[in-house]
T-cell receptor, first 119, second 115 residues
Framework: GAVVSQHPSRVICKSGTSVKIECRSL??????MFWYRQFPKQSLMLMAT?????????EQGVEKDKFLINHASLTLSTLTVTSAHPEDSSFYIC???????????????FGNGTRLTVT | AQSVAQPEDQVNVAEGNPLTVKCTYS??????LFWYVQYPNRGLQFLLK??????LVKGSYGFEAEFNKSQTSFHLKKPSALVSDSALYFC?????????????FGKGTRLSVIA
């Protein structure tokens, strides 16, 4: 079945540094990848939609300069948290969708998430 | 805009008893409905989906869900709960037929199955 690999699973960084999270689709081409953020005991909040070869679309309230998204190929999207602060500590999850129209009925495939802790 | 409501933060059930996790949705047009399960510090695992056809959908691990258009509901059910079913469950909706639209999630329901 379709697999999405997300790396790293956990990262601890110091305040002011940047952290890059990778999301790879291992056995299918992902035209679109979605980045979600999950706060403790809360639902998944969509941060941005990433389309291969174009700029990401950010949800309202998400700082595009802080959360840099790059989707350079059909199998890789990256999220870079720049100048991280403790309030950026969270669980970040990526998901990927196959190419083409008519796949709206297909379930999104999710990575295992990245637990970011900023000290 | 589409939305999903999961009215229960927590559901407790004894092992062996049937379980229900509730979900209602709001969407213009035909809904594409999904259930996912999340274990601690992990991503989401797909359980089942409703696209069209039979209102009773069967999925992974013995779970099933019933689509009720008149009540705009998509409750998750299992005839006999296992302790290993304890996890966080999310209902989600996707309003369009295109693959480049995200899922909109409910807030999640924590299921606790007690031995």
């Amino acid at each position: 079945g379709a697999v999405v690999s997300q790396h790293p699973s956990r990262v601890i960084c110091k305040s002011g540094t940047s952290v890059k999270i990778e999301c790879r689709s291992l056995d299918f081409q992902a035209t679109t990848m979605f980045w979600y953020r999950q706060f403790p005991k809360q639902s998944l909040m969509l941060m941005a939609t990433s389309n291969e070869g174009s700029k990401a679309t950010y949800e309202q309230g998400v700082e595009k300069d802080k959360f840099l998204i790059n989707h350079a190929s059909l199998t890789l999207s990256t999220l870079t948290v720049t100048s991280a602060h403790p309030e950026d500590s969270s669980f970040y999850i990526c998901s990927a969708s196959s190419t083409g129209v008519g796949v709206g009925h297909s379930p999104l495939h999710f990575g295992n998430g990245t637990r970011l802790t900023v000290t | 805009a589409q939305s999903v409501a999961q009215p229960e933060d927590q559901v407790n059930v004894a092992e062996g008893n049937p379980l229900t996790v509730k979900c209602t949705y709001s969407v213009s047009g035909n809904p594409y409905l999904f259930w996912y399960v999340q274990y601690p510090n992990r991503g989401l695992q797909f359980l089942l989906k409703y696209i069209t056809g039979d209102n009773l959908v069967k999925g992974s691990y013995g779970f099933e869900a019933e689509f009720n258009k008149s009540q705009t509901s998509f409750h998750l059910k299992k005839p006999s709960a296992l302790v290993s079913d304890s996890a966080l469950y999310f209902c989600a909706v996707r309003a369009t037929f295109s693959g480049n639209t995200p899922l909109v999630f409910g807030k999640g329901t924590r299921l606790s199955v007690i031995a």
